[in-house]
């Protein structure tokens, strides 16, 4: 994933402003990009053939999980290979894991920052848990309709934190007139959308952390749903929106159920924390410290009866990486 978002951002390369340069051997001099994407084809060829080989070749010893490629073997057969079927398959088995894991990484990433420096959201949060859900079990997603502020903070995890501040490019596929302005036919355009989540004529006090913003009162309308800018737009929205926005809710209610997350102590004092973003297509939380604890003996007991319920289970790196492709 490292290796497409720096492919994806605009303006590194020489050979998007003058594509005839493609033409060229990785060798010449100035040729860079060539050498760079030959590595970046290695490691993409890698992340979709390896799994669907890994998956073959554990459901020929009887002894695979299921999954979405498990799933579609024995319901397809397997492809003849180099066929479209084989290439959807991996491909599409690829994209379900790429896709959601970097970018539900960095916004939770945001998130876990925001309960450091708003400690009484996390404090709202918790009471609306135990009310709910009580301490002797986990939040569910069959909680969530019950758990109208924790519902309202996988929205502003979202807009908070920008994942994709200037989004995906798209590009024009005829000549258009917005405004006033004429966009070209193949005119590359960049949605600005960290600036459409922190509009302050769309969201009052924009940089600060509030789900109350989404919740309906009285004397307040709910502010602009980010669900409507965060996955980007028309055609090239996220197919994972659904599936993304499911896991954030659970990673969130879930530890906040049973962690408090606080500013770490060093020689018995405070140390503030800073908020800061890393650059990127993909944009990343600065790294930062956090105490991270459990928030009672009895939640404490509560995660180690998990762990016995749901034990690790071990690792398939050693076979995966035997396994040719």
Known sequence: MGNLGAALVPGVWIVDFIPFLRHIPAWFPGATFKRVAENFKESARAWNCQPYEFVRHQMSQNKHAPSYLSGLLESKGVPEPGSFDEIVMKWSAAAMYGGGSDTTISTLGGFFLAMVLYPD???????????????????????????????????????????????????????????????????QILPNQWAFTHDPDVYLDAMAFKPERFLATEDHVPERDPHLLAFGFGRRICPGRTLADSNVYLSIAQSLAVYSFTKPIKNGKEVDV?????????????????GIKPRSKQHEALLKELEIKYPWEEGHAAELSQVKF
């Open 121 to 187: 959201v996390q404090r709202k949060a918790q009471e609306e848990i135990d009310r709910v859900v009580g301490t002797d079990r986990l939040p569910s997603f069959s909680d969530r309709e019950n758990l109208p502020y924790i519902d309202a903070m996988v929205k502003e995890a979202l807009r908070w934190h920008s994942v994709t501040p200037m989004g995906v490019v798209h590009s024009s596929s005829e000549d258009d007139m917005y405004e006033g302005y004429f966009i070209p036919k193949g005119s």
């Open 274 to 290: 800073e908020p800061k973003f890393l650059n990127g297509v993909i944009s990343h939380v600065a790294p930062f410290e956090v």
